[in-house]
């Protein structure tokens, strides 16, 4: 399976951008997509997360209430609809899927995912 992300970009604070990660490949193997961000001299966070057939939606405190996850199974193509941004959302943000037998590791965890992209710079200046 490859990830193709896309969509970031510099923003003003309380500005929005929709990020997007098209899926290729073996694609009937995922269950879940999930949204990732790594800012500067901090770990790897999770952000959101959706299952491709029941459309479960989960997301950290952090951007509930901001930022929406949806996902187009035709297309085979997860979003991010980015709102209120504020510097602290500032980060390189990462598309990442895997299996349902990873999903059981919990969504939150980078070891429920086995496919990453290659991520895409979302920059907030203040």
């Known amino acids: 399976v490859q990830l193709q992300a896309s969509g970031g970009g510099l923003v003003q604070t309380g500005g929005s951008l929709r990020l997007s990660c098209v899926a290729s490949g073996r694609t009937g193997s995922t269950y879940h997509m999930g949204w990732f961000r790594q800012a500067p001299r901090k770990e790897r966070e999770f952000v959101a997360a959706v299952t491709w057939r029941g459309g479960s939606t989960y997301y950290a405190d952090s951007v509930k209430g901001r930022f929406t996850i949806s996902r187009d199974n035709a297309k085979n193509t997860v979003y991010l609809q980015m709102n209120s941004l504020n510097p602290e959302d500032t980060a390189v943000y990462y598309c990442?899927?895997?299996?349902?037998?990873?999903?059981?590791?919990?969504?939150?965890?980078?070891?429920?995912?086995?496919?990453w992209g290659q991520g895409t710079q979302v920059t907030v200046s203040s």
């Open positions: 990442a899927t895997g299996s349902l037998a990873r999903y059981n590791n919990g969504y939150k965890n980078a070891e429920a995912y086995d496919y």
